[in-house]
C-alpha cells in the first residue's frame, strides 16, 4: 500500500475522464472535500459522452454540448478551477500516441503532484467500471505520467512548439480500480456529490432511486474500511510515481 502524500502538500490536482459524469460517480465527494482545503482541481474529459442520452426527441448533434454544459455546471458544484476537453468520440477511444500526448500536453500544463484516473484494469465485480473507454483513457493517463510527460523528448513538439518543459507527477489515484486501498469520508460532501450528479440531467433525470443508490454504495465502501456505521465513503487506489 502505498502512502499518499499529505493534502496539506498538495497545491493541484488533475483529473482525467473519459466521459461526462464519470468523475461525479467516482470521485466528486473527495474532490468537494480536496477543494474546500483550497486544492485547486482541474479536470480534463477526454470525449463529449455523445454516445450517451436517453431521449429520442433530443437530436444526436446536440448532445456533445449538452453533455459539456452539464460537466461544467456539475464540476462547478465541487470546485473545480476547470475543465478541459479533448473531444474524442465516445465508444471510440484507444490508447493512441495523439492521446498519450494530448493528456500529456494538460499535465504539463496544469503541473499537478496528483492525479485521479480511472483503472486501466478491468473489474470483474464491478463490470459497469469497466467500459472500454474508461479502461483506454485510464491507460493513457498513466502512460502520460509514465513515462511521457516527465520525459522531454517524448511527444517533442510539446516543448519544441509550444513552450511546455517536462512534469513529474508524484502520485495517482486510481477510481474503480480492483484492489482500492486508500479511502476518504465523503459523509459532509455526499449532498454535493448528489447535485453534482444530477447536473448530468440527460444521464440521471431517469434515475428515481439515485440517491438511495449512491448512498448505499459509499456506506458499503466504507463498511468495507471500517469507517463507522453511517458514514460514506469513496475508495482509491494509491500509486507512487516518482
Sequence with gaps: MAEPIADHEIDRVLVVTAHPDDVDFGASGTLATWTAQGIAVTLCVVTDGDAGGFDPTVPRSDIPGIRRAEQRAAAA??????VIYLGYRDGELTVSHDLRR??????????PRRMVIQSPERNWERIQASHPDHLAAGDAAIQAVYPDARNPFAHASLLADEGLDAWTV????VMAGPAPDQVVDI??????KIAALRAHESQTAHMDELESFIRGWGEAVAQRFDLPEGRVAEAFQVVRTA
Excluded: C
Design 102 to 111: 494530448d493528456i500529456s500536453r494538460v499535465i504539463r500544463q496544469v503541473r
Design 170 to 173: 508524484d502520485e495517482v489515484w
Design 187 to 192: 459523509t459532509e460532501t455526499f449532498d454535493t
Design 77 to 82: 458544484l465541487w470546485g473545480a478551477t476547470d
